[in-house]
């Protein structure tokens, strides 16, 4: 049977983009690639991006679409995660199963799957595997470093450490192994923060942690060096990790024809303005504030914010998506101060090319909410980080930037204009040398591991390899 994978996202953003990227990856290789996605997802995609166009020179390529069980209008916003999750319960899961065991992607088809590659949430997908006997490989678009804490939850139960039996969120952690020197009840993902294990989150959880290590493999965005210290345990549990990230980095170094600008997936329009700019900024000395796609903030975390890079002396560039902050806020009540130092010294737009603007030699420090992501462009080039978490694994991944990678300053849980006034002075001033350095060395490491020879182009290679001989085993 000619090897055909079936890649399944998590209907939001980020896990989408992520997805993609890895079909791209597997279609250059020469493997037929299926990307299941919701038709709400699929709609979105084709109104705002240019998926269609930059798929349609893959002829081994195609989408397919399943319903996610809610009517068309359902605004599908966090605030109703059980509407969401009920509707994939009762439909998603079962049409699925159907087009495995008899229907579109089943071995009675014109054209099987071979191998299904889902995210690591769905563990219906494993019990449809198995049913049928074809080889699942998880996909994590989480960082490995929260999928971590997610894996040991079974561990964290046990040992009473979950859920917390206090408030106090200073409580250093001892069940996950590589991480207790350092790891506090306030770096677990935000999840953990609930007492009750009945909980649908918790529940998800402790699913991922009994299915993850069931199946024939694990895809993760992150690159051997960076997360030695967890891989090293993490592999005790699924022995078959396929470590290839930095994702983004590697699919541009595969590319042969470059594509016009970077690959844009974003929903918002760009502003480019501000890389022009940026160019008459001084090296290293911009203040890039950016809370990511989803994230938002109150007016009075907004006001924190302003007035600590304003103190702080610096130029900023500030991403205000629109829709970011919650709450209303007259401009006629913004301090005379705060306008004009502003507009000396600030750029305010509503989207910006990510990417690009970390490339840029002006940017000294980036204020993020810590989504891998984010997380990853930054390492990547080489722009130390002040953390302002706000869910999911941003908790986990600001206490590694600032205790592991010793790449940034994490101020989670606080928004004081006092404090993020002096963690900008300290990154661009006092502690300048030492965490450019570690970040750069961080940096200089993704590029080697993505690189002939290095260990995400190896364990592309062989996650490639893998795929081609499991499909020979299904025939
Ligand atoms: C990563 O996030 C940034 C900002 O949220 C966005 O501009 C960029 O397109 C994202 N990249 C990917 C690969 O999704
Ligand atoms: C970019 O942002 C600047 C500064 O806020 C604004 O003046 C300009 O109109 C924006 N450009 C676009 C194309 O949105």
């Not at 509707?87 to 049409?95: K, W």
């Not at 065991?101 to 799957?113: L, M, Y």
């Not at 869910?391 to 989670?412: A, H, Y």
Request: net charge negative; glycine share 6%; proline share 5%.
């Amino acid at each position: 049977m000619p090897p055909h994978v079936l890649i399944f996202p998590l209907s939001m953003q980020g896990p989408v983009n992520c997805m993609l990227k890895l079909a791209e990856l597997l279609c250059l290789s020469g493997i037929s690639v299926t990307v299941l996605n919701t038709d709400h997802i699929q709609r979105s995609l084709i109104r705002h991006t240019d998926v269609l166009s930059r798929f349609s020179c893959y002829h081994n390529f195609r989408f397919e679409t399943i319903s996610d069980g809610l009517p068309d209008d359902h605004p599908r916003s966090s605030e109703l995660f059980l509407e969401i999750l009920e509707g994939f319960r009762t439909v998603t899961e079962p049409v699925f199963r159907e087009m495995m065991v008899s229907g579109c992607f089943s071995s009675k088809s014109a054209f099987p799957v071979t191998v299904i590659i889902p995210d690591g949430s769905f563990s219906f997908a494993l019990d449809v595997a198995e049913e049928i006997e074809i080889p699942l490989i998880y996909f994590e678009t989480v960082s490995p470093c929260a999928l971590w804490t997610y894996l040991c939850l079974p561990n964290l139960i046990k040992a009473g450490e979950v859920p917390f039996n206090s408030n106090d969120l200073d409580v250093p952690i001892q069940s996950v192994p590589g991480t207790e020197t350092f790891l506090r009840r306030r770096d677990l993902p935000s999840f953990y923060r609930c007492d009750d294990l009945a909980n649908p989150a918790m529940h998800i959880l402790m699913n991922q942690a009994r299915h993850v290590p069931r199946a024939h493999g694990l895809i993760i965005n992150t690159f051997e060096t960076l997360d030695a210290s967890i891989l090293v345990h993490m592999r005790n549990l699924c022995p078959n990790i396929y470590s290839i990230g930095p994702l983004h980095t590697l699919l541009k170094s595969r590319l042969t024809i470059a594509p016009q600008s970077s690959v844009s997936n974003s929903l918002l329009e760009e502003n480019r303005t501000c890389l022009t700019w940026l160019d008459t900024q001084l090296e290293k000395s911009v203040v890039y504030v950016s809370i990511g796609s989803m994230a938002t903030m109150t007016v009075d975390q907004f006001f924190e914010i302003w007035h600590g890079l304003v103190n702080s002396g610096q130029p900023f560039l500030w991403v205000k998506r629109p829709g970011s902050i919650v709450g209303e806020y007259d401009d006629d009540e913004v301090s005379k101060h705060l306008m004009y130092e502003t507009k000396e010294r600030g750029f305010m737009a509503e989207w910006v090319p990510q990417e690009e603007v970390l490339a840029h030699s002006a940017i000294g420090v980036f204020l993020t909410h810590s989504g891998w992501n984010s997380t990853m462009e930054s390492i990547v080039e080489g722009v130390p980080m002040i953390c302002w978490p706000h869910n999911v694994d941003q908790q986990v991944n600001s206490r590694f930037v600032s205790e592991v990678w010793k790449i940034g300053i994490d101020i989670k849980d606080t928004c004081d204009r006092f404090i993020i006034e002096k963690a900008v002075k300290d990154v661009i001033h006092l502690r300048k040398n030492e965490l450019i350095q570690s970040v750069k060395m961080l940096g200089e490491y993704g590029a080697l591991s993505v690189a002939e020879g290095g260990s995400s182009y190896m364990n592309l290679n062989k996650l490639v390899e893998d795929i081609k001989s499991m499909g020979i085993k299904a025939s």
